[in-house]
């Protein structure tokens, strides 16, 4: 076996290469905005389609179709800084983050639709022949890749250390709140930062595209998770700590295909990712402590007073009333279903909205207490033959109990690092659904999962819609306790200055845990209920994507809105079946109803809306 | 520190007051020695045990909750006297709902000693720096602490909010018994009330004394001054 590692070093250091280019991008833009930038897939992307379509369509030679490509996501760089951050330049910090995001689903899903989700090949005259040397083969592609890693990083010290442009982009990067920046026009600078980045991901796409000889839209999603994992691993700020992290992620997965299994290969960087932020919360290289008194949340718009469940308001009633007698009037066996749906991610989004909106923190992992709750559910009835009662308490017991769980590593996190961190944490959840197919059953799923019954009396057709009408009703009676009393104040206190909550008793991590908790308990409910009823699971409807979705509906609802939550996640869910007409766009639509929502009501739909900003108030 | 005294930390930018604080709060552990209080050592404690322990705090660039009204600031305060459960909470049991009217009046009779009942609905943010100290210092008291730690609590305050600032520090000592540890510029706060003056300059410290005494001495004057001063 150890004959083979200068083979694994050298195919390491080559998919190494590209994560590093990657990931030197996303550190560029975070420190010098201290933004993760979620578009930065897109970019990949597109820097992958513009190469084939100038090397195929139009039949360019190799390097001219390279570097217009190259130049392509620059320009996708300048849009996404234009469209999704210049708007937002003093909004709260998660913003950015969501419309980030929604323009790289967006455009994900435009290649998609342009070019169709198939994987096509990705063919270039040069070819894919192996060369030996002394029982290591090495292909042309992996020769190029690595020395247009080394000359476009040796480019990039050029810019940032010879010329005025780059010096300030250092020197914003080392300390943001320098003063170096007179005279300079800091639109421009955080333009080209941009532009920089997005190019750098548009060559790391085009050699990941040239590397394994094929393209498909979500290439760029994929190697976005690689990038982060690579700019965290070595402290997000620090650009050569990026392209250590990317090298030493290439190598390590390589070696994990060789010696452990290809089939974890993907889960060696999300696990690469936890591990460097459980014992080095800011990375491995990054010089920015943790810095206890930096005020660290990401959201701090105010949140909308919490409504009282007062039960002599006619408003009140009426909603009940029209949720009760809603089969009435709907009687399609397909349209009662897709109510049911909608209330299961209105019930979703509604205990996300404990940790993201009153808890402020970021969590990018509801999908994985989802789908925990679901297997769980699903495992105990058809592995172990319980009743569905049982299954169902069990799960809300398990999942609140893992959700505990999860928040101890999450507590530790400051910043961004909470967001990168549930990814990560989520991610390897699912992975872990993916792969460990002897108990999981891995990528086939559970299938026949008995329908629920409760006392004697099988659930179906309406019966499904009132379940979880019921389960959504207990949760938000809980959820509206929780955050109107004390537990809740100190909750939103904890969200707006950690320290300051603190330093009045308020233990933070016990809070959090609590949230974790409660919310986990909820989408365990939820994930029970779903596997009974569409009585086939599988790791698809759990994933980092489905954790998104999530987190968009609360934001779409309005952080910290208890209404709102429930309307945004029955909206988002039902929104493609509305859009049925048009069930191709769905993806786009959400990534584009994530961007317009958060630019023309950043509050949500059912937000608070601040009257004024403060004077003076910290992001 | 003695109960029920009024200290000042005083000395020259960058001499270590803050730090002193933020090293008995534990949001920095000490690099060396011990802190007691009342009886007990503090060191290595979280920031909110230290809380419990009976050492309240402010901080020197406000640390309130902008986002939440007046009331829910002070109401905060009350973490650790709230005797109510999260599950009597979350199923708001009639035990809960008492001990929430409890915590209600209490924060209504701390909102009032401190001239903040009449904009106890606003949210924090949106008030002047002034109510925002106040703000901070109900919210401190609320948690029922034996010593006060006040830094800079003048910082950006007018002559008569200073005015106002010295007779609730006195109030706070004389009618709710609380120790009071300061750190203040502002010389007319500190020779008003202090009982006693620590003089610090370059994180130790060079001098201790009643006002008047510290006034006097030759090595404070050196620290402000600079050395031709006092020669």
Known sequence: MIDLLPQVIVTGLAVGGTYALAAVGVSLVFGVLNIVNFGHGAALTAGAFFALVLLKTLGLNIVTAFALATGGAYLVGWLIERVTVRPLRDAPLLMPLITTLGFGIFLENVVQLVFGPET???????????????????????????????????????????????????????????????????????????????????????????????????????????????????????????????????????????????????????????????????????????????????????????????????????????????????????????????????????????????????????????????????????????????????????????????????????????????????????????????????????????????????????????????????????????????????????????????????????????????????????????????????????????????????????????????????LLAGLPELLRFASDYRQAVYGLTMLLVVLFRPQGLLGFSAARQAPGASR | MHEGEIVSLIGPNGAGKTTAFNVITGIYPPSAGDIRFAGRSVVGLAPHRVCASGIGRTFQNLRIFPNLSVRDNVLVGFTLGNRASLLSALVRLPSQRREEQRLQAEAGALLRLLGLAEIEDQLARYLAYGDQRRVEIARALAAQPRMMMLDEPAAGMNPAEVDDLNALIRRMRDELGKTILLVEHHMNVVMDISDRVIVMDQGRKIAEGTPQEVKRDPRVIQAYLGSEAAA
């Open chain 1, 120 to 570: 096509q090949p990705f063919k270039t005259p040069v070819s894919h022949e192996p060369y030996s040397f002394g029982g290591t083969t090495v292909t042309v592609w992996e020769l190029i890749t690595m020395a247009v890693t080394v000359v476009s990083i040796g480019l990039l010290h050029l810019f940032l250390n010879r010329t005025h442009f780059g010096t300030a982009v250092r020197a914003v990067s080392e300390d943001r709140r320098t003063d170096a920046l007179m005279g300079l026009n800091v639109d421009r600078l955080i333009l080209v930062t941009f532009c920089v980045s997005s190019a750098l991901g548009g060559i790391a796409g085009i050699l990941s595209a040239a590397l394994y000889n094929a393209v498909n839209p979500t290439m760029g999603s994929a190697a976005m998770l690689k990038a982060f994992a690579a700019s965290v691993l070595g402290g997000m700020e620090v650009m050569s700590g990026a392209i250590v992290g990317g090298l030493l992620l290439g190598i390590a997965e390589s070696m994990g295909s060789v010696y452990i299994s290809s089939a974890w290969r993907d889960a060696i960087a999300l696990l690469a990712l936890v591990v460097v932020l459980l014992f080095w919360p800011t990375g491995l290289m990054g010089h920015r402590r943790l810095e206890k008194m930096e005020r660290a949340s990401l959201n701090v718009l105010p949140l909308p007073p919490v409504p009282s469940l007062e039960f002599r308001r006619p408003a009140l009633w009426l909603v009940i009333g029209v949720l009760l007698l809603l089969p009435l009037a709907v009687t399609d066996t397909y349209a009662r279903r897709i109510m049911t749906v909608m209330l299961v991610y209105g019930t979703l989004a509604l205990s996300l909205n404990i940790v993201a909106g009153f808890a402020g923190i970021i969590s990018l992992a509801h999908a994985a207490f989802y789908g925990f709750g679901a297997y769980a559910s699903a495992l105990l009835s058809t592995q172990a033959g319980w009743p569905f009662p049982a299954c169902f308490a069990a799960a809300i017991v398990l999942t609140g109990l893992f959700g505990m769980a999860f928040a101890a590593p999450v507590m530790r996190l400051r910043g961004h690092y909470v967001a990168m961190g549930t990814l990560g944490l989520g991610g390897t959840i699912s992975v872990v659904m993916l792969n460990w197919v002897d108990f999981t059953r891995g990528p086939m799923g559970i299938r026949s999962i008995p329908q629920p019954s409760l006392f004697g009396v099988e659930v179906d057709g309406v019966g499904y819609y009132y379940f979880i009408l019921a389960i959504l009703a207990v949760s938000t009676v809980l959820v509206v306790h929780m955050v109107d009393s004390a537990f809740g104040r100190a909750m939103r206190a904890m969200r707006d200055d950690e320290l300051g909550a603190s330093s009045v008793g308020v233990d933070a991590r016990v809070l959090k845990m609590v949230s974790f908790g409660v919310a986990a308990a909820i989408a365990g409910a939820c994930g029970s209920f779903w596997a009974h009823f569409v009585t086939f699971i599988s790791p698809d409807s759990f994933n980092i994507m489905e954790s998104i979705a999530i987190l968009a509906m609360v934001v779409l609802g309005g952080l910290g809105s208890i209404p709102g939550a429930i309307l945004g996640g029955a």
